[in-house]
């Protein structure tokens, strides 16, 4: 999927020194109205939906915004956002992963014009309402269909992703991130890369690591403190133990839970979701135990690829995810250096902080 680098928007944004009795937000959209569609589906109901929670900053690229903020403060950030808000943000990270979110929504509508089973995107920002203006004016000339915004000035947004029902929460902001997840919610951080590998326009691809992403760590526990004997033995005498969950089990449920809507029409060989498993367990050894654990939730993964401590980059490269998951930053780092957008998922035991290549500059109060 390519992606647009952005370009000055044609519409003028609404002029904040005249008085209307209209709210901000219908300005917005009245001055861009000629290059909007004149019709869009209606979202689903939030209880329905598969609802991924995405930071402005993931979304798009802010990074001169952020150096704005940080090195000027907060009210020239507001000001430059304001006076810019007619200029498109280019595409962030989590782009990609949410265009192939919608194309799987418009197969879905067509094979189910009356389910509310759909994906739904909520921005989630702690920005001020001031720079949803510049926000609303940039998913509009993307094409992107965001009616869900939650912007909370300055405030962490954490306390709604409940609220909102969400299923995957996506932010560049570390804590945030451990926040949604100490509260029971997928979660992982999303960082800036320099290279991003073009993916597929016409399926949705989600690879995961295994251990403490869709398991849990009691395996990398044995793994850290006996080493990799000990490991195999363990996992050899649990095989037939499921493994607990992990915090990004719900949302391969999720997918699951879709893909099953495509199977029921004939489509499993060519359905526009599909998921891998991308772990460096070694399948004789310790891959028994992981395929029975999905298969005692009841779940499939598409794709397993036991690479037994080999490097995932390789194979990373050749399925192109719009996402990956994984709780070692070592992983996420060499993912990001092939251009998979590679996201952290700071759970369990193997836990760290980018040492290179990947942005992570931002404190916990800069806008998101």
């Given amino acids: 999927m390519s992606q647009n680098n952005g370009h000055t928007l044609t519409a003028r944004g609404p002029d904040l020194t005249s008085i209307s009795n209209r709210a901000p937000w219908e300005d917005a959209r009245m001055k861009l109205k000629p290059s909007t569609p004149t019709r869009k589906p209606k979202p689903p109901k939030p209880e329905n939906a598969i609802t991924i929670g995405v930071s402005a900053r993931v979304l798009f690229n802010m990074e001169k915004e952020q150096q704005i903020y940080e090195q000027q403060g907060l009210e020239d950030y507001i000001k ?7 200029q498109p943000f280019s595409p962030g990270p989590a782009f990609s992963f949410v265009k192939a979110l919608e194309a799987v929504n418009t197969q879905l509508r067509e094979l189910y014009p009356d389910s509310e089973e759909l994906f739904d995107v909520v921005l989630m920002t702690n920005n001020h309402a001031y720079v949803g203006l510049r926000l609303i004016n940039t998913i509009n000339h993307h094409q992107l269909f965001i009616e869900r915004f939650c912007m909370t000035g300055g405030n962490s947004p954490i306390g709604y992703l409940k609220a909102y029902h969400t299923n995957l929460y996506l932010s560049s902001d570390p804590d945030k991130v451990r926040e949604a997840l100490e509260e029971g919610i997928a979660a992982a951080t999303m960082f800036t890369q320099e290279k991003i590998t073009e993916v597929s326009d016409t399926q949705l691809r989600v690879a995961f690591d295994g251990d403490a992403v869709l398991f849990s760590d009691e395996s990398e526990r044995i793994y850290k403190a006996h080493g990799l004997d000990k490991f195999f033995e363990h ?73 037994a401590g080999a490097p995932k980059g390789p194979m990373l490269e050749k399925i192109r995810p719009h996402i990956f998951f994984d709780d070692q930053m070592f992983h996420v ?31 916990s109060s800069a806008p998101k």
Wanted: aromatic fraction near 8%; include cysteine.
């Fill in 80 to 86: 430059y956002q304001v006076e810019h808000e007619t």
């Fill in 235 to 307: 996992e050899k005498a649990h095989e037939n133990k499921p493994l607990d969950h992990g915090p990004l089990k719900g949302f391969l449920e999720a997918l699951g839970k879709l893909q099953k809507k495509f199977y029921g029409k004939g489509q499993r060989m060519d359905c526009p979701i599909r998921t891998y498993l991308v772990t460096a367990r070694s399948a004789a050894s310790s891959g028994t135990r992981a395929l029975k654990t999905l298969r005692s939730w009841g779940l499939e993964i598409d794709e397993a690829l036991f690479l």
């Fill in 333 to 363: 780092e060499g993912a990001a250096e092939i251009g998979t957008v590679a996201c952290h998922v700071p759970y369990g035991i193997s836990q760290g902080m980018p040492k290179k290549g990947i942005n992570d500059k931002e404190t």
